[in-house]
């Protein structure tokens, strides 16, 4: 082999590329053939323009156009590279914290199925403790309790929609519930104009809520018409077993699963009403 006379197979061999790549940045004025045999016609490459091919190939792997980096060889500015690599990393950054939350979102998700797998689905209520969580909670002009399919559909709409306005992750639109007031519930008076999804406490972006551990009563259902005699069901269980109200109702979708009849939803939620023993229950 003829380190100085390359043919275009060999240059290519040696820098484990293909030929096309070879021949796609002749084309673009990245790497041309230095040598050109005068009787022939037949174009060599020598082994020293291995140093620029290495040069093209890290600036590409950095994220750089092929237009970029023949401007970038073209006028050798090595302050103009650093301010590009500096904005790749900045750019890389932001992607790493995307998947971060795509990885904590699936994890979610996958707990929820989990949870589906376990949790009573006939309609029997329980108590459970649950740990501390975040949300994100938005208000709608829409009131969850007074509509149908069609409204609870818009209502995720306007969610949605702010996410995107304010920049924020469309990760946790996977989870999300309702919210009623204390007050609402305990006069039974259904009323939610709250809808929220569970965020991480580590993201800066979001202005997260606690939800505070405590424990709760449930039930679970996949009949979106039936909240509100569920939520009535078990707000006469709670006062016969002589607990008490101390927080917000949430209910919360579970899980969707990807089949749509009628083209509605298909989700099971979970009822849950945070709970403690009546004060005259309670050991003096």
Do not use: W
């Not at 995107?164 to 007031?181: A, Q």
């Amino acid at each position: 082999m003829d380190l100085q006379k390359l043919t275009i197979g060999q240059m290519a061999k040696l820098n484990r590329i293909s030929q096309q790549t070879l021949r796609l940045y002749d084309r673009e004025g990245l790497l041309t053939p230095m040598i050109t045999d005068s009787h022939t016609g037949y174009r060599y490459y020598h082994i020293i323009q291995s140093a620029r091919l290495d040069m093209i190939q890290y600036m590409k792997a950095s994220g750089m156009t092929l237009k970029q980096i023949r401007q970038q060889l073209d006028e050798g500015d090595s302050e103009t590279i650093q301010r590009f690599l500096a904005q790749q990393q900045d750019a890389i950054d932001r992607q790493i914290e995307d998947l971060i939350r795509s990885k904590r979102s699936i994890s979610r998700t996958l707990e929820n199925y989990r949870q589906y797998k376990a949790l009573p689905k006939d309609g029997q209520m329980f108590m459970e403790y649950i740990p501390q969580r975040y949300i994100y909670r938005y208000t709608s002009e829409k009131d969850f309790f007074d509509q149908d399919y069609a409204g609870y559909e818009y209502m995720l709409r306007e969610l949605k929609m702010h996410l995107d306005n304010n920049d924020l992750s469309m990760s946790y639109f996977c989870n999300v519930g309702t919210i009623m007031r204390q007050e609402n519930l305990l006069e039974e008076n259904f009323s939610a104009n709250d809808v929220f999804l569970f965020v991480d406490p580590e993201d800066d972006m979001v202005a997260a809520e606690i939800i505070p551990a405590a424990m709760y009563y449930c039930v679970c259902s996949d009949d979106f018409y039936a909240e509100k005699s569920n939520a009535r069901n078990l707000l006469r269980l709670i006062r016969d077993s002589g607990f008490e109200v101390c927080g917000d109702y949430l209910c919360e979708v579970l899980v969707e699963f990807p089949v749509f009849e009628n083209d509605q939803r298909n989700m099971f939620y979970k009822i849950e009403i945070p709970v403690i023993p009546k004060k005259s229950q309670k050991n003096p």
